[in-house]
């Protein structure tokens, strides 16, 4: 399969766009999913699909897509965002929201969609595809997660604390001594409890945590959004609740163990090379257990979307889905 090479200047962003229909869709219990879609009506489909789990989707989200060849589905996951209620954790999985992306396709009438993911978007895309490879026409991925105990380790418990040390004295500081033998399990506590102060305490330094660390920048180019409460409580809170269930996942590594079951779908990663976030190794494991899928390392990127070679990437990946 032939995947285009980079260019210069670097690909940029597609210009603004609006949504042309938006609305809550309601799942099988409490949640109502909010979409969104953009572009042009009889376009080809794409699915995106937010990070976190507990982000949200956002204007700039849109833009990755050319709108004249692209209908664009969004929508916010459940707990998340513009979805109802705010920071839910009933019934909420990795399989309850396969669910509900099974249940947006069929409301908005796709057979098969090329689905876009970045980070533990990637790891969902992944799972989708997977499980339902039937309706997934291509993948685009960026910051590869494959949700092991490894990376967890890695990320919140000893690794990439020592390449920002500074933003680790921050975010451990909510946790007494005696308990940051087990990160994760402590933030669960105070994430999940009842004390409302300390929830938000405790959310925004989880997500400032991750915000200060997905640039090459470093802490300096944290976006705002990671210190507002109201985005981190739900971001912490089921990012949180995902990765001390181990991604719901029936074992340890079970994308990699589950690798063949999507090996026929075309596939374009887009992974920053300084990625501290989702290190490179998963990227490539996955690349080495899946030699057909492109592997587009960004030499001077980190783990943001926003950064100038993972958006030059990402734009020649959708334009390239385009003309599958």
């Not at 938006?22 to 099988?28: A, E, P």
């Not at 796709?110 to 989708?128: C, E, I, N, P, R």
């Not at 933003?167 to 933030?187: K, N, S, T």
């Not at 490539?284 to 960004?298: C, G, M, N, Q, S």
């Amino acid at each position: 399969m032939a995947f285009p090479a980079p260019s210069e200047p670097r690909r940029d962003l597609y210009p603004e766009i609006e949504p042309f229909a938006s609305g809550w869709m309601q799942t099988d219990g409490v949640h109502e999913i909010y979409y969104e879609e953009c572009g042009n009506p009889q376009g080809r489909p794409v699915l995106v699909l937010h990070g976190g789990p507990g982000g949200a989707v956002n204007p700039g989200m849109r833009r990755y897509f050319d709108p004249a060849r692209y209908r664009i589905i969004l929508f916010d996951q459940r707990g998340c965002g513009q979805s109802r209620p705010h920071a839910s954790l009933e019934n909420n999985t990795t399989w309850t929201l396969i669910e509900d992306i099974e249940r947006l396709r069929e409301r908005c009438g796709v057979d098969k969609w090329v689905v876009f993911g970045g980070s533990w978007g990637s790891t969902l895309s992944m799972a989708y595809a997977i499980t339902h490879p039937e309706r997934v026409m291509a993948l685009v991925l960026r910051g590869i997660f494959l949700l092991t105990k490894k990376e967890l380790h890695w990320f919140y418990q000893d690794g990439a604390s020592m390449i920002f040390p500074d933003a680790w004295e921050r975010f451990v500081e909510p946790i007494p001594v005696a308990e940051r033998d087990d990160l994760m399990g402590a933030y669960h506590k105070r994430l999940i409890g009842e004390d409302q102060v300390e929830r938000a305490r405790c959310a925004v330094a989880w997500s400032c945590w991750e915000g200060e660390t997905v640039s090459v920048e470093g802490p300096s180019a944290k976006p705002d959004k990671f210190a507002d409460p109201t985005f981190a409580v739900a971001f912490a809170r089921i990012e949180n609740w995902f990765f001390t269930n181990a991604g719901f996942f029936p074992e340890d590594g079970w994308i990699l163990k589950n690798v063949d079951r999507m090996r026929h779908i075309p596939c374009w990663i887009a992974q920053g090379r300084f990625d501290v976030v989702t290190p490179i190794a998963g990227a490539w494991a996955l690349h080495r257990a899946w030699p057909e899928a492109k592997l587009d390392i960004v030499p001077d990127a980190g783990h943001a979307s926003s950064e100038p070679g993972v958006i030059d990437s990402l734009i020649r990946a959708t334009d390239w889905a385009a003309n599958l």
